[in-house]
């Protein structure tokens, strides 16, 4: 920071003017001046009060729907019109009873979803507000992380590679600063930006002194004083928020509204048939048999499934979200339940992210350091003995130069020690706090005076240092072949030796076979008047010092989470920087299928596209790859037929995480840019929320099929007793009030419960589901029809046998009405598990929301049977003991045949080898593939 605070000013004539468009136009001086401000920061006091003086640095939220244009938009859904339709005809004929009930079907029907979509509004954004912008600044000269809403006018920003620009910036410092703007200007060239003022009528583009709120840092390092926030923003004034959660339709969603119309189709054509046969052949009276019509579009029609899909999508979003895995873009939620391979990322996500120096190696020893993490405990051991860092006045200067070459610091707040900056920088920093050394001392005594900070290309970090006699030193830090390069000599016993490179390899060897990431610290003299560095300065003539080796070790988490995707069927790889032998030792703690192969981005390079193909689906482990390995990873891996979830941190993964079918971003660590290329972030950076996501999606994928499976039967069966009467010339042997309340209530209550179910046993256990799934399979037509039968003989042959046992008509419709309903309960408890037997304990306890729902529904229907408001309604008479244990009866029988059913489906897969009767759902109609579907 002192690099910052020590910055020369850009000479220049003063114009004490600052006009808020034209802070481009002025010198540094006036800029700090009008917006009273210094280069070492704002204090907390001065921050909270220009925070209430302007206001949050954030945009006003659109304007939304108001609470009535959000309840009426819940009737625009095609299988709603039908039943308007049929209210209006129903009340144009004078049967009010009938259209006030199927009036309040539908109000209770939008009452659901515009509850729901008040929830899921709510929980966008929250969504938001998790996602949303942080920033670093220097506030009581220390640089800190602070919410971008909480910036306010004067404060000094600090920008690296990655991040978004929080607000309007005026720049101050700018070392080799490049910033994305296609977001404000659509020029898709990063600009070269400086501190020089630029004339007041330059073009937004041409304003190189300014660095806008919502564009991308691509490359260097600046830092740059807030002149404008919120709505004054560039970006506030022309387009609003940049990043918003977007919510699409998924894959299901339009199936289901394709299904919808052709159903809706279907029912139309059906009932003019019925209501002709009906007139013409069984001289129904054309009034009457209208009736019947609507009460046949009434059993037809899943009117609750709208509703189900939306309660069932939003929980599976909130179960991920509590997982830490927060879903951008809802197709992301389908998309997991596929998946067949995870290329992670291996620090942070496979790790625990908090590195540790555990190896010193110089010219003549190899020190052994304790402790973990970022905690300063621990010692110095050296074969097995412990050393004093004083015993050792080499290992005292590699310390040392561990902190004066670092722009990361660390702070212990109750105990918990965190870095702010570069995990592997606050590892050296505190192996200089373990070693005695004080941070703030030494860089007291040894001020920064200018840096070449670390680019991927050159692979290294200089500093230059000026003490207290005019004395003057580069500190280098990097990789340890570039490094090696850049020396001369090293260190050994006090002196200076000519470098043996073939004793470093080695050594970098060694201890990268540990699993250890390996850095190397240089230092070399220069001359007191020298104050700027150049990379002429740092070519050559280095003295190295020695290695630094650094582990991360996996997360204990992450090891149970690769086994579990693996027994999934999802191959997991893992991309790293680090060198080959690194990655290897890694990957055998991780247990990986692959982990002896490796491939290197060198290796990489000289494949072409085809075999790429062939070797990126047989390799687990790619070492020292860069982004653009990545995304050439993505693409061979998808040729082969493979759906890839990738994840990435870095502005440069944003073309790999777009490209991936599922492009996971790190929500702790990750620049925006990776989060705007991203349809999931992970809150926690952990990989084991990664296999998490994957379970919750195909957990939701499978309740909402098991929710479809129990409701269209239910239906089905409705609707085959309404038209069979008709055809038989029988009496109905449901009404079509009685059919509404058994659809709204009982089956869209139950349906609802399924939403809530847990994931099944063997969900992480199958080959994940082509994407090309069909809604209507061969198995949910099989089991709508032979469901459909089931109820069908059970509501007929209860209304027939009462009749014959001489019931009245309106006592033998309440009793088949009780039967749909007891059977709909009973099927429940059987389409919990569609891949294993109900009969269980698990299976018939069952879970809390089925025991409520189980529980609600037995409360309303002996409302239904027995209360006397309810006989004006529904005509319903009371049902005796007798044959409500009867009623039962038929529900354990519909349950014994189901089960008796499965039962042989589950057997007949047994024999053909199958984890289950297909791959993801033969009972839903996948076939049993672990490729993208067609």
Same mark, same amino acid.
């Given at each position: ?9 850009? %000479? ?8 808020l ?10 800029v ?16 909270r ?15 939304g ?16 019109y ?16 009938d ?24 929980a ?7 996602l ?19 910036l ?78 919120g ?12 990043? +918003? ?26 009932? *003019? ?14 009034v009457?048999?209208f ?29 991920m979200?509590s ?5 951008? +873009? ?28 555990? *190896? ?16 300063? +405990? ?5 074969? &097995? ?6 015993? *050792?006045?080499? #290992? ?13 610091? #660390? ?32 860089s ?17 970090m ?54 250890q ?5 240089a ?10 560095l ?27 989470a690769? %086994? ?15 060198? &080959? ?6 990957a ?24 790429l ?16 390995h990545k ?35 790190? &929500? &702790?660590?990750?620049?925006? %840019? ?68 058994v ?10 419960a ?26 949910l ?30 006592e033998?419709?309440?009793? %088949?009405v ?11 408890? *059987?389409? +919990? ?45 009371p ?15 519909l ?33 049993p ?6």
């Amino acid at each position: 920071m002192a690099a910052i605070e020590q910055q020369d000013l850009p %000479a220049g004539p003063v114009n004490h003017a600052t006009d808020l468009k034209s802070w481009h136009a002025l010198r540094v001086e006036e800029v700090l001046a009008g917006r009273d401000a210094s280069p070492s920061g704002l204090t907390d006091r001065a921050a909270r009060s220009r925070l209430a003086m302007h206001g949050p640095n954030r945009l006003p939220a659109p304007k939304g729907r108001g609470a009535l244009l959000r309840f009426l938009s819940q009737f625009n859904n095609l299988l709603i019109y039908v039943l308007l339709g049929a209210a209006a005809l129903t009340a144009a004929l004078g049967h009010w009873i009938d259209t006030k009930v199927i009036l309040a079907v539908a109000i209770v029907n939008a009452t659901i979803g515009f509850v729901q979509e008040g929830k899921a509004e709510r929980a966008l954004q929250a969504i938001q507000r998790m996602l949303s912008l942080r920033a670093t600044v220097l506030r009581n000269r220390q640089r800190t992380t602070v919410a971008a809403e909480d910036l306010v006018p004067g404060d000094l920003v600090i920008l690296e590679p990655g991040d978004r620009v929080p607000a309007d910036l005026r720049l101050i410092r700018a070392k080799g600063l490049r910033v994305q703007e296609a977001a404000l200007t659509g020029e898709s060239v990063p600009v070269d930006k400086s501190v020089d003022a630029v004339p007041p009528d330059a073009a937004l583009g041409d304003r190189t002194s300014m660095a806008y709120a919502g564009t991308l840092v691509t490359a260097g390092q600046g830092a740059g004083i807030a002149v404008e926030t919120g709505v004054h923003t560039e970006i506030g004034r022309i387009s609003g928020m940049l990043t +918003r959660v977007q919510q699409l339709s998924t894959p299901l969603l339009r199936q289901m509204n394709v299904f919808a119309r052709w159903l809706t189709v279907f029912i139309l054509v059906v009932a *003019s048939l019925v209501f002709a046969v009906g007139v013409t052949l069984r001289d129904f009276a054309p009034v009457e048999m209208f009736m019947v019509v609507v009460g046949l579009a009434v059993a037809a029609i899943p009117e609750g499934l709208p509703a189900i899909l939306t309660v069932t999508l939003a929980i599976g979003v909130q179960r991920m979200a509590s997982r830490h895995a927060i879903i951008r +873009r809802l197709p992301a939620v389908e998309t997991l339940g596929s998946v067949t391979i995870i290329c992670s990322d291996k620090t942070g996500t496979l790790t625990r992210n908090e590195m540790t120096v555990r *190896s010193i190696a110089t010219a003549e020893h190899v020190f052994d350091v304790d402790g973990v993490g970022y905690a300063p +405990r621990g010692g110095f051991s050296l074969k &097995g003995r412990e050393i004093l860092p004083e015993q *050792s006045p080499l #290992l005292e200067e590699i310390a040392r130069s561990a902190i004066l070459c670092n722009d990361s610091n #660390l702070q212990e707040e109750n105990g918990d020690w965190t870095v702010h900056g570069d995990p592997m920088e606050g590892a050296l920093l505190t192996l200089g706090l373990k070693a005695g050394l004080d941070a703030a001392f030494e860089s007291k005594s040894l001020p920064r005076v200018d840096s070449i900070p670390f680019d991927a290309e050159h692979r290294f970090m200089a500093t230059l240092h000026h003490g207290h006699r005019c004395e003057a030193v580069i500190c280098l830090k990097g990789a340890p072949e570039r490094v090696i390069e850049m020396c001369r000599s090293h260190r050994r016993e006090g002196k200076d030796e000519p470098i043996r490179p073939e004793y470093w390899h080695e050594r970098i060897e060694r201890m990268a076979a540990r699993g250890q990431r390996v850095l190397a610290l240089a230092v070399k003299p220069a001359e007191g008047r020298h104050r700027e560095l150049r990379f002429d300065d740092v070519e050559n003539g280095f003295i190295l010092l020695g290695l630094v080796g650094l582990i991360d070790p996996p997360r204990e988490e992450a090891v149970a989470a690769v %086994a579990e995707c693996q027994a999934a069927g999802i191959r997991v790889k893992m991309i790293t920087g680090d060198h &080959g032998s690194t990655a290897r030792a890694i990957a055998g703690q991780l247990g990986l299928v692959n982990r002896r192969e490796v491939l290197t981005g060198n290796d990489l390079d000289a494949l072409d596209d085809q075999v790429l193909i062939r070797r990126a689906s047989d390799v687990d482990v790619f070492a020292r790859t860069s982004p653009e390995h990545k995304l050439r990873l993505v693409q061979a891996l998808q040729a082969a037929g493979e759906v890839v979830a990738m994840t990435g941190d870095g502005v440069n993964d944003a073309p790999a995480l777009k490209r991936a079918d599922v492009g996971i971003a790190m &929500g &702790g660590n990750g620049t925006e %840019a990776a989060k705007e290329a991203s349809e999931m972030v992970l809150a926690d950076d952990n990989f084991a929320s990664i296999a998490a996501a994957v379970r919750e999606g195909r957990t939701v994928y499978d309740n909402l099929k098991k929710a479809i499976v129990f409701l269209l039967p239910v239906n089905g069966g409705e609707s085959f007793a309404i038209i069979t009467a008709i055809v038989l010339g029988y009496t109905l042997p449901i009404t079509p009030l009685q059919i509404l309340w058994v659809n709204m209530v009982s089956s869209v209550g139950l349906a609802i419960a399924l939403a809530f179910e847990p994931s099944e046993t063997d969900v992480m256990k199958r080959p994940p589901r082509p994407t090309g799934t069909p809604l209507l399979s061969a198995f949910l037509a099989w089991r709508i029809v032979f469901v459909s039968m089931l109820f069908l003989a059970g509501i007929f042959g209860v209304f027939a046998w009462t009749r014959a046992q001489g019931a009245s008509l309106e006592e033998a419709r309440t009793y %088949a009405v009780n039967t749909l309903v007891v059977m709909e309960i009973f099927y429940l408890f *059987s389409v +919990r598990f569609l891949r294993a037997p109900s009969l269980t304990i698990k299976g018939i306890v069952g879970t809390r929301a089925v025991l409520v729902a189980v529980a609600a529904i037995v409360f309303l229907q002996l409302v239904f049977t027995y209360a006397p408001f309810m006989e004006a309604f529904f005509d319903t008479r009371p049902v005796d003991f007798i044959h409500g244990m009867e009623i039962i009866g038929i529900g354990i029988a519909l349950f014994a045949v189901l089960e008796f059913e499965k039962g042989i489906r589950l057997r007949l897969a047994a024999r053909r080898r199958d984890p289950a009767p297909g791959a993801e759902t033969a009972e839903l109609g996948s076939a049993p593939a672990s490729r993208r579907g067609p």
